[in-house]
């Protein structure tokens, strides 16, 4: 079972800011511990035709937070960043890439960006997008439908790879 800590009562009526923050990091969580208890292979394992597994799933949401949470307010390239120059290329593993490595590069990227918008309002505009300046109430909401439709996915994958439920309500 996952714990769900925006259905908290504290959290119905707290700030909005607190309210985003909640969900944000319920599936930042999620998506974290969708790798707990599985095998380097079983992490890897490709069951669909694109490149998603589950291992490449928390990958990509480490270049999603680098994205939204650094790019966009530092208007430093990818490059500079040092992530993968499209999405499609941040579900790439490599030799290298372990459950426990993706999960440290993971929570690292998650703390990166708490600590990038800490002392931003949700009002403060992100300059550096290809949309344009972007108020970061709406990169919050874009992150978390982000963070759920891959949560989603991780729990199709798993209940693929073992064969059962995964029972996250």
């Known amino acids: 079972m996952v714990s769900h800590p925006s259905v908290q ?10 309210q985003f923050e909640a969900f944000l990091d ?12 599985l ?7 490709s069951l669909v035709p694109s490149k998603t597994t589950l291992l490449g799933l928390v990958k990509h949401a ?7 949470f650094d790019e966009a307010i530092t208007c430093r390239s990818r490059a500079e960043i040092g ?6 290329e941040s579900f790439d593993l490599h030799d290298g890439d372990t459950i426990a490595s993706v999960q440290r590069d993971y929570r690292q990227a998650c703390e990166e ?15 550096g997008n290809r949309r344009g300046p972007l108020p970061l109430r709406w990169v919050y909401l874009h992150t ?6 891959h949560c989603g996915h991780a729990d199709i994958l798993r209940e693929q790879i073992l064969d ?3 029972h996250r309500d």
């Open 26 to 37: 319920e599936h930042r969580s999620a998506l974290h511990d969708s790798l707990n208890g």
């Open 113 to 127: 960006s708490r600590r990038a918008t800490a002392e931003l309002t949700l009002d403060d505009l992100l300059p």
């Open 164 to 166: 059962g439920p995964t």
């Open 39 to 45: 095998t380097e292979e079983q992490a890897r394992r």
């Open 9 to 18: 009562p504290d959290v119905f009526h707290a700030a909005i800011r607190e």
């Open 144 to 149: 978390v439908r982000e963070l759920a439709q």
């Open 83 to 88: 992530i993968a120059a499209s999405p499609d």
């Open 62 to 68: 480490a270049f999603v937070e680098k994205v939204w």
